[in-house]
């Protein structure tokens, strides 16, 4: 079991920055490659980044590639989410999730998730 919570959410406006974190507990959280998902409201949900848990390599949506910065603090079991040059497009539920296997940006595939946190971009 493993248990994901995350924090950083708010409002900021176009252009701003923000940091999302997703501290992650429970058994063996390093066995897993952690993703960062989001959903919109109406909108599907959608794959933004993952981390290798071996490896820490990192893989993005094109889409968000450039504007999005994954990263993972090993000792404290934390991975974050460093979203740059935010546009009202990127309104939306965040999620981080946690997957015991290679890297996947579909959602079907990861074993847990967090209760997420909300960014809104607006002016």
């Known amino acids: 079991q493993v248990q994901l919570v995350e924090s950083g959410g708010g409002l900021v406006q176009p252009g701003g920055s923000l940091r999302l974190t997703c501290a992650v507990s429970?058994?063996?959280?390093?066995?897993?490659?952690m993703g960062w998902f989001r959903q919109a409201p109406g909108k599907e949900r959608e794959g933004i980044s993952c981390?290798?848990?071996?490896?820490?390599?990192?893989t993005y949506a094109d889409s968000l590639k450039g504007r999005f910065t994954m990263s993972r603090d090993r000792p404290k079991s934390t991975v974050y989410l460093q979203m740059d040059r935010l546009e009202p497009e990127d309104t939306a539920v965040y999620y981080c999730?946690?997957?015991?296997?290679?890297?996947?940006?579909?959602?079907?595939?990861?074993?847990?998730w967090g209760q997420g946190t909300q960014v809104t971009v607006s002016s």
């Open positions: 429970g058994s063996n959280p390093h066995f897993y490659s």
């Open positions: 999730a946690a997957l015991r296997g290679l890297c996947e940006l579909a959602g079907d595939f990861y074993d847990y």
């Open positions: 981390i290798h848990y071996g490896d820490d390599s990192i």
